[in-house]
């Protein structure tokens, strides 16, 4: 069995689309970007760790974790804290470019006769696969009232960056390059190769 470790219904949607079975089970984890650390590098330790965090409950099943993380001028842009930093974050993309990367991490499971006979041990993964994928977004210049319109609506409060580009914000997104998917918040097309190849 798939289990996603993430509660987004967009990544559930996503996979339900996709015609990919799985299960959920969330993995909390501190989101916190380390001191120097890449946005990629960041996506792909936070997806790592949620796999494995939910993992270590569920040693026989296959897991995979996911993070987003958008980026402007190789600032890190999470999820909003409050309508304040929504309108800043938006603020800041407004009439520019900017980079979405979502980090992902398949684990494959130890066999059930392994797990019989270690269950008292520290367990380690059969395989762990970890990879990214990166998305350019460009974003129209966006007037004060449209962001606390768009604020106020409520949309953007879970959202990595701010926005959801299927969603209202989709009406200021003219062109993007690479995996619409992967703005969404999974890199459907890469999962699903990750899932064959495991």
């Known amino acids: 069995m798939l289990v996603l470790a993430s509660a987004s219904p967009r990544r559930q949607e996503l996979l339900r ?3 990919i079975s799985f299960a959920v089970q969330p993995a909390d ?3 916190t970007p380390l001191v120097g650390e890449s946005a990629r590098d960041c996506a792909e330790r936070l997806a790592r760790d949620k796999a494995l965090k939910v993992w270590s409950e569920r040693p ?3 897991v995979l974790g996911a993070d987003t993380v958008v980026v402007v001028e190789d600032r890190i842009l999470g999820k909003p804290m409050d309508a304040a930093d929504a309108a800043r974050m938006l ?3 407004s009439g520019r470019e900017h980079r979405v990367i979502t980090g992902v991490c398949l684990v494959t499971p130890v066999v059930s006769e392994e797990w019989k006979h270690a269950r008292d041990e520290q367990l380690t993964p059969r395989e762990l696969t970890t990879a990214s994928e990166t998305t350019l977004v460009t974003m129209c210049a966006i007037s004060e009232e449209e962001i606390r319109e768009y ?5 953007p409060m879970d959202k990595a960056g701010a926005y959801a580009i299927q969603g209202m914000a989709s009406r ?3 062109r993007i390059e690479g995996d619409y998917s992967n703005v969404v918040g999974l890199p ?3 999962v699903y190769r990750l899932l064959r190849e495991s």
């Open 17 to 19: 689309s996709a015609g």
């Open 29 to 31: 984890v501190d989101e």
């Open 60 to 62: 026989s099943d296959r």
């Open 91 to 93: 603020r800041m993309l």
């Open 151 to 155: 604020v106020a609506g409520g949309e």
């Open 172 to 174: 200021w997104i003219p």
């Open 188 to 190: 459907v097309a890469l």
